[in-house]
């Protein structure tokens, strides 16, 4: 079955620190990974893609990598603000569907 | 840039009542997915439709229906409203399928009464 995880299920981090979030999925024969944001209630904001081919991606402040072989990718968020508090879903397309994780819940203090 | 539009924004019905929910696809977008976002829950895939055709099939219910049309245009038709249908619906977008990135509307959020 195909399966995703994320961990922490929440992060509470004073502002400015660099912070990782992580992804693992049960079967490696993904064609993408995708990272995205969400605000309570709202719709599903896009962060960053990684081809299965690929290693990692990198969007301003955010790097996500992927190891496909240990079905692991990461997304890393360097000096943390306030604004990034949001839920961080994590998920992995097999054919034509997206796999979700359960995400995590992200507060940055100021 | 444009993106990915969901008509109505909010439906509030009844038990066994019908709703119908519409996806515009972003132009020149041939693929289009639907998704179900129970409360506190991660979304879950519905169907998917390429090029007018269905693609592929996820945890959909017999009660749903969707199809796309000519324009691209995607309705999820939804029969016999239970409580549990009751959740937020995403249709995201793509430019073909497979390696492409999924980009997602902003969602339809049905309420069964």
């Known amino acids: 079955k195909q399966e995703v995880t994320q961990i922490p299920a929440a992060l509470s981090v004073p502002e400015g620190e660099n912070l990782v979030l992580n992804c693992s999925f049960t079967?490696?024969?993904?064609?993408?990974l995708q990272w995205f944001r969400q605000d309570p209630g709202k719709g599903l904001t896009s962060l960053l893609l990684?081809?299965?081919?690929?290693r990692e991606q990198t969007s301003g402040r955010l790097n996500a990598s992927l190891d496909k072989s240990s079905g692991r990718s990461t997304l890393y968020i360097a000096a943390s603000q306030p604004g990034d508090s949001a839920t961080y879903l994590c998920a992995a397309q097999y054919g034509n569907k997206l796999v979700f994780g359960a995400g995590t819940i992200l507060r940055v203090k100021s | 840039a444009a993106g990915v539009i969901q008509s109505p924004r909010h439906l509030i019905k009844e038990k066994r009542e019908t709703a119908t929910l519409k996806c515009y696809p972003i132009p020149r977008h041939d693929t289009v997915y639907w998704y179900q976002q129970g409360p506190g829950q991660d979304p879950q895939f519905l169907i998917s439709?390429?090029?007018?055709?269905?693609?592929d099939k996820g945890s959909i219910p017999d009660r749903f229906s969707a199809q796309q049309f000519s324009d691209y245009h995607s309705e999820l038709n939804m029969s016999s409203l239970e409580l549990g249908d009751s959740a937020l619906y995403f249709c995201a977008s793509s430019p073909g399928t497979l390696y492409n990135e999924q980009f997602f509307g902003p969602g339809t959020r049905l309420t069964v009464l």
């Open positions: 079967d490696s024969a993904i064609y993408n």
């Open positions: 990684i081809q299965s081919s690929q």
């Open positions: 439709f390429y090029e007018k055709m269905q693609s």
